[in-house]
């Protein structure tokens, strides 16, 4: 991707940090000066982090995964929810839940039950129910998809958070940190830049600081989604990873099923042999040797008469 000019940048006000007495020193290599008691920020570090952090978003966009977008500040919602839709990824701009990450199992049954309710007023269950139930269920349903209709396409979690104010979204920030999923953060000069994996320095209060910087990160997971496509309609028909993975684990269970019945099989016959072949018991003919069928002499033939040597002594 190109660089973004360097006037657009002034014109946004990325250079703009906070006073001086509030600037973390961690953040020394991004600033440029001081005037009037603000910390002004050097845009060329700007563009190089945001070039490092578009590379990165693109490598995982290319890959198939999820990046969510987090911004809860008043001046960062519609920009950042605009964004998020434009490259369909999950986004968080109302309230961030505590345990939305790590607690992702108990997230995933509300957005189901936000679902349930969903399709019960659209295919028409809510008609046999009293008014009153329907009203609470509609305002639960849309209280949930207040805070949770950005999440509910995503099955699980994300590989990546791209974080408005890395001060003022700490919680998902320590969760993120947590689990060791990836973050990419907008940080001005009174946040922490070593909290995150990819930070961006400027101006994280400015609605047109936000909106140039967020729109470029989805302008590279645009390009990362174009050429996956783009990969994959060179191959036709090809599987996609889940689709060999079950196809293998199929294959595996009728082998193993194939296995079982070949190994009872063997029993089987083994068993009917000793019985006899065909699992009856073989008869013996008349002169058999005694242990066999055929009277109740133990040595003799099986029809002679029962004295002398046959099986009883002699008186």
């Not at 699980?156 to 973050?183: C, G, Q, S, W, Y």
């Not at 470029?216 to 993975?245: F, H, W």
């Not at 055929?294 to 002679?304: E, K, L, P, Y």
């Amino acid at each position: 991707m190109e660089r973004i000019d360097h006037k657009a940048l002034l014109e946004a006000q990325v250079h703009f940090g906070h006073l001086k007495r509030k600037w973390n020193p961690k953040m020394l290599p991004y600033i440029f000066g001081e005037k009037k008691g603000i910390h002004i920020i050097d845009l060329n570090r700007t563009n190089d982090k945001l070039e490092e952090a578009a590379q990165a978003v693109k490598s995982i966009a290319k890959s198939g995964r999820k990046i969510l977008f987090v911004a809860t500040k008043k001046q960062a919602k519609e920009v950042v929810k605009e964004a998020a839709k434009r490259v369909n990824m999950p986004f968080v701009t109302e309230r961030w839940l505590g345990g939305m990450l790590t607690n992702f199992t108990t997230i995933r049954k509300s957005i189901k039950k936000m679902q349930n309710i969903e399709k019960m007023l659209q295919d028409g269950t809510m008609e046999s129910v009293t008014k009153k139930e329907k009203l609470v269920l509609t305002r639960e349903k849309e209280k949930m998809e207040k805070v949770l209709g950005g999440v509910s396409g995503m099955n699980r979690v994300p590989a990546a958070l791209f974080l408005v104010d890395i001060m003022h979204e700490n919680i998902a920030l320590k969760e993120a940190t947590r689990l060791n999923v990836n973050t990419i953060g907008i940080v001005d000069t009174n946040s922490d830049p070593t909290k995150v994996d990819f930070a961006i320095p400027g101006n994280d209060d400015a609605a047109k600081s936000i909106s140039i910087l967020t729109n470029y990160i989805a302008d590279a997971i645009a390009e990362g989604l174009a050429e996956r496509a783009a990969s994959q309609e060179g191959v036709d028909g090809a599987e996609t990873d889940e689709e060999i993975a079950e196809r293998n684990r199929y294959e595996a269970e009728l082998e193993e099923e194939g296995g079982g019945r070949g190994r009872g099989g063997l029993g089987d016959k083994k068993d009917n042999k000793d019985r006899g072949g065909n699992g009856l018991a073989k008869k013996r003919p008349g002169g058999g040797s005694g242990h066999g069928g055929g009277g109740r002499g133990g040595s003799g033939a099986g029809n002679r008469p029962k004295t002398g040597a046959g099986g009883f002594k002699k008186p």
